[in-house]
């Protein structure tokens, strides 16, 4: 696969930013992109979230787990503003995003990217096209011809082969397609990354790769990275903190050493249950170094010899 010579990017970004006759906008160097207090939300009679807090750090991994029906998405969705909640505040770089104004609203919302479950592609659009959407969105001033080669960029920045740019989501398999709805989701250059379920119905390798992906552009790109996720392998692989939701709250946010300190029987049954603990004992084994003295995991434990 060929890659972007970094000359060419900064030529990229000279002609995105003289394009739209501005700079691209600072990024965000607060501690906390996301910050959140006495959220409420309710669907009838049921409620879903009840006084939650949850502060994501900038520049982490943040994995969200819990059972289902306990929130996940219905959180997700109130922080990118497609669920309004009854109360509670939601900061997304430092502004109050339920209280925005329309405008003000528009600007957040192009500082992040979404890849909801099942990759939420155009089906009668193809890869490219559906990466242009938001570029058409937020940027209607861009050439056609750049943002095709914008569109081509993150198609090769999300792992796919040059030709997929000229697909439709029908011709891609399930990686493929998450791979799309990730360049897509990257079309703008986010700060911030929403992953709802990335790894589900991927096989072991293909979600080894993805979550490889993610945390190679966490690190280059400086993403900070809300994850929602079922799986075990990814948390133990990529992610630096996890939130447990459960109780209609967040009950914990920590490192997974730090979960198994606690003795809530959700987290204890999770994350020392038998499939715990072979997703563990698998990423000691993948990652020698990362043994009990970097990480505070008992493996023999965690083996469960
Ligand atoms: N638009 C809606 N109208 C009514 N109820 C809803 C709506 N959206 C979500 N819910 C309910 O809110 C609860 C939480 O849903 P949510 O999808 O956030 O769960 P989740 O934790 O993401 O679950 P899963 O792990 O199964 O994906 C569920 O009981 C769901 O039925």
């Not at 957040?108 to 979404?114: Q, T």
Request: with cysteine; hydrophobic share 40%.
């Amino acid at each position: 696969m060929s890659t972007m010579d970094p000359e060419d990017l900064e030529d990229l970004i000279e002609d995105i930013e003289s394009e739209t006759n501005e700079e691209m906008h600072d990024r965000f160097v607060g501690e906390y992109p996301i910050r959140i207090s006495g959220l409420t939300n309710r669907f009838g009679t049921q409620t879903v979230h009840d006084d939650l807090a949850l502060d994501v750090r900038r520049g982490e991994i943040l994995g969200v787990v819990g059972g289902s029906g306990t929130g996940k998405s219905v959180l997700m969705r109130s922080i990118i503003g497609l669920q309004r909640p009854q109360e509670g505040c939601i900061e997304v770089f430092g502004r109050d995003i339920i209280a925005a104004e329309p405008d003000e609203e528009i600007g957040v919302r192009s500082r992040w990217g979404v890849l909801f479950q099942g990759g939420a592609l155009f089906s009668t659009l193809t890869v490219g096209e559906n990466v242009m959407v938001p570029l058409k969105q937020f940027y209607p001033e861009l050439s056609p011809e750049l943002m095709r080669e914008i569109a081509r960029y993150k198609v090769q920045l999300s792992g796919l082969p040059e030709e997929a740019v000229n697909k439709y989501p029908s011709e891609l398999s399930g990686g493929m397609k998450k791979r799309a709805g990730l360049a897509r989701a990257l079309a703008l250059d986010p700060e911030l990354l929403f992953l709802d379920e990335p790894t589900a119905g991927l096989d072991p390798i293909g979600a080894a790769k993805f979550d490889e992906l993610t945390r190679e552009m966490a690190d280059t790109m400086g993403l900070t990275v809300f994850l929602i996720t079922h799986d075990l392998d990814s948390l133990y692989a990529i992610c630096d903190r996890v939130a447990v939701l459960a109780d209609r709250q967040v009950i914990a946010v920590g490192t997974i050493p730090e979960l198994l300190e606690m003795d809530h029987p959700w987290i204890q049954e999770y994350f020392n249950g038998p499939r715990s603990r072979a997703a563990m004992d698998s990423h000691s084994r993948a990652n020698p170094r990362a043994d009990a003295a970097d990480t505070g995991i008992d493996s023999t434990r965690a083996g469960g010899a």
